[in-house]
Nanobody, 121 residues
Framework: QVQLVESGGGLVQTGGSLKLSCAAS????????LGWDRQVPGNQRELVAR???????NYADSVIGRFFISRDYAKDTVYLHMHNLKPDDTAVYYC???????????????WGQGTQVTVSS
């Protein structure tokens, strides 16, 4: 099974910084990518940042230059470093993992339980 446990959300003022962490447990699976999505109530969940297994990172246009994704491969932990936060960044942030079971070719998606990030103006 795959489990994702997030931490690090909270309340911060505009211009502040936060760091989110997500520890993955993945017995029997390979991690094809790890990343972060976010969702505001009433809106669709959107990609924030994604880090592929070969180290390529993709970001939403709205966070480029402010958010940075990193991974500790030894700990299977992914981090989202968020700087210069804006009220529009307020959302529930979900850790995302794309995995593949050993010996299989199809991929599956998992999300964590979510962590709230609130940016006050």
């Amino acid at each position: 099974q795959v489990q994702l446990v997030e931490s690090g959300g909270g309340l911060v003022q505009t211009g502040g910084s936060l760091k989110l962490s997500c520890a993955a447990s993945r017995s029997g699976f390979t991690l094809e990518s790890l990343g972060w999505d976010r969702q505001v109530p009433g809106n669709q969940r959107e990609l924030v940042a994604r880090l592929s297994g070969d180290g390529n990172a993709n970001y939403a246009d709205s966070v480029i230059g402010r958010f940075f994704i990193s991974r500790d491969y030894a700990k299977d932990t992914v981090y989202l470093h968020m700087h210069n936060l804006k009220p529009d960044d307020t959302a529930v942030y979900y850790c995302h993992a794309e995995v593949r079971r050993y010996g299989r070719t199809n991929r599956q998606n998992y999300w964590g339980q979510g962590t709230q990030v609130t940016v006050s103006s």
